[in-house]
């Protein structure tokens, strides 16, 4: 079991951006993070930063895998119902040419769901982890989505008191627990 003293000083400011500001300034040897992380500090490091990324280990006993995956997929759309539905169209083909979605990764340092895209080097491990997936599997396994009131206030607020030392392991079962029945049996 991890003690408060296995964490870095003041990890209760580690949140967003304050993490990631740390990692560019080399105070911190790692985050994590999704695989925007390159994009939203590309202007705060050196250009011969080396971006490397790994799976996250699997724990003997543990229920995860290392093939597995989270995916947390934006999209562009067009609703079936819109008003200017072929200029829509139009500018989703044009978005996924090869050759826009080269450049549009590129620019904004991101992978391409469209086969022949080169991936930027900045991402090459997230792409091999990617290629080599065999349980791919929805943010937070589809909770943010489908209970976004849960997730937020019950899902994510718990094992952040219990990662900065404002309660206990023991007691985080018991909080995650309590928060989740009273939740549910209002559903």
Do not use: H
């Amino acid at each position: 079991m991890a003690s408060r003293s296995d964490f870095i000083q003041s990890c209760t400011g580690f949140e967003w951006p304050n993490g990631q500001n740390m990692l560019a300034s080399r105070e911190a040897a790692m985050l994590l993070c999704g695989s925007w992380i390159p994009v939203e500090l590309k202007d705060q490091v050196d250009d011969d930063w080396e971006w490397k990324a790994f799976p996250v280990p699997e724990i003997s006993g543990g229920m995860g895998k290392i093939n597995g995956l989270e995916f947390y997929l934006i999209r562009w759309v067009a609703l079936k119902d819109t008003k200017v539905a072929p200029e829509a169209i139009e500018f989703l083909k044009f978005c996924s040419t090869i050759e826009n979605m080269e450049k549009y990764a590129v620019t904004t340092l991101s992978l391409s769901a469209i086969k022949n895209v080169n991936t930027v080097p900045e991402l090459a491990d997230v792409q091999k982890a990617i290629m080599n997936v065999e349980l791919p599997f929805q943010t937070t396994d589809g909770m943010l989505a489908t209970y976004p009131d849960y997730t937020q206030n019950i899902l994510y607020k718990n094992p952040n008191l219990a990662f900065i030392g404002e309660i206990t392991p023991d007691e985080f079962i018991v909080q995650m627990k309590e928060d989740s029945i009273e939740y549910w049996k209002n559903k």
